[in-house]
């Protein structure tokens, strides 16, 4: 199973943008789904996760700028990012857990995991 996630590119510090993580192949709506990142020389970092009952949860680090989404019809995970700093530059991922596991950096915790797109926030 390929999640493939889309919607990165150059935004200017302060803009938003909006991605997008289809997966198809699996029992969608019975997975939680998780955005994690990896800036340039760092290590994975977890930012969000939306729980198959629909329950959310974000990092410190992007706490009242971005939130997921999911739309179980379309096999669809979705992370609005609004007010972009700098720092939030980095590879974005989604994956996807059977067992709900939550905030883990851990790649043994995700059964599924997309092939990432590039966010740049810069002037």
């Known amino acids: 199973v390929q999640l493939q996630a889309c919607g990165g590119g150059l935004v200017q510090p302060g803009g938003s943008l909006r991605l997008s993580c289809a997966a198809p192949g699996f029992r969608f709506s019975s997975f939680a789904m998780s955005w994690l990142r990896q800036a340039p020389g760092k290590g994975v970092e977890w930012i969000s996760d939306i729980m198959n009952d629909d329950k959310t949860a974000y990092a410190d680090s992007v706490k009242g700028r971005f939130t997921i989404s999911r739309d179980n019809a379309k096999n669809t995970v979705y992370l609005q990012m609004n007010s972009l700093k700098p720092e939030d530059t980095a590879v974005y991922f989604c994956?996807?857990?059977?067992?709900?596991?939550?905030?883990?950096?851990?790649?043994?915790?995700?059964?599924?995991w997309g092939q990432g797109t590039l966010v740049t926030v810069s002037s």
């Open positions: 994956a996807a857990d059977r067992y709900g596991v939550g905030a883990s950096e851990s790649v043994y915790d995700y059964d599924y």
